[in-house]
């Protein structure tokens, strides 16, 4: 079982927009802003999307959002495209005993 | 552009030290922050330990008396030693790297995995 909460899937037609959530604990996703986000293809590595709950690093397209809201986080990705289709993982600090958790992963399958 | 790529055996026996190795290419070992992350069969991620070249380090608390990552500067690479495995073990071995913190991986390897069975 994973310390964050991802649902298992989501799903979404082109061009519409999905919201994948994260949820955690006042210790972690609800204590610090260190949230980030991975999307992972199949056999590929995984790739960081958002950062420090809402930062995007360089080359990721602005359809990638994330946000926060007390114990969890929400990545938003508007204008679904076809190879969006990937494994989503959230990740926070979860304190100096801890360190890091992660989510379980969401699937997202593009209709 | 920052590669990393995991190698060591794929299978270890029960009770026996899994032994990875990552090297870096495109960046330097000394800088950075240096981290293995593992996914099991059918789970999700789980952060197992980083380690900075100024000498610090810290591994998860679950995994802590096990776990040991240490750095070649001469190979640019950064390994992983966990003792005492159990089947539980067996998972997809990620190396990642950060840039600025730990807490942040902006550079991933592709994984390898490491099944432990007799």
């Known amino acids: 079982q994973s310390a964050l909460t991802q649902p298992r899937s989501v799903s979404g037609s082109p061009g519409q927009s999905v919201t994948i959530s994260c949820t955690g604990t006042?210790?972690?996703?609800?204590?610090?802003?260190?949230v980030s986000w991975y999307q992972r293809h199949p056999g590929k590595a995984p790739k960081v999307m958002i950062y420090?709950?809402?930062k995007r690093p360089s080359g990721v397209p602005d359809r990638f959002s994330g946000s926060k809201s007390g114990n969890t986080a929400s990545l938003t990705i508007s204008g679904l495209q076809a190879e969006d289709e990937a494994d989503y993982y959230c990740?926070?600090?979860?304190?100096?005993?801890?360190?890091?958790?992660f989510g379980g992963g969401t699937k997202l399958t593009v209709l | 552009q920052v590669q990393l790529q995991e190698s060591g055996p794929g299978l270890v026996k029960p009770s026996e030290t899994l032994s990875l190795t990552c090297t870096v290419s495109?960046?330097?070992?000394?800088?950075?922050?240096w981290s293995w992350i593992r996914q099991p069969p059918g789970k999700g991620l789980e952060w197992i330990g980083y380690?900075?070249?100024?000498?610090?380090?810290d591994y998860h608390p679950s995994l802590k008396s096990r776990v040991t990552i240490s750095v070649d500067t001469s190979k640019n690479q950064f390994s992983l030693k966990l003792s005492s495995v159990t089947a539980a073990d067996t998972a997809v071995y990620y190396c990642?790297?950060?840039?600025?913190?730990?807490?942040?991986?902006?550079?991933w390897g592709q994984g390898i995995l490491g099944t432990v069975s007799t």
């Open positions: 006042s210790s972690d996703v609800g204590a610090y802003n260190y």
């Open positions: 495109g960046a330097s070992i000394t800088s950075h922050y």
């Open positions: 380690f900075y070249y100024s000498g610090s380090t």
């Open positions: 990740c926070s600090y979860a304190g100096s005993y801890s360190h890091v958790a």
């Open positions: 420090e709950v809402t």
């Open positions: 990642a790297g950060g840039v600025k913190t730990y807490l942040v991986f902006d550079y």
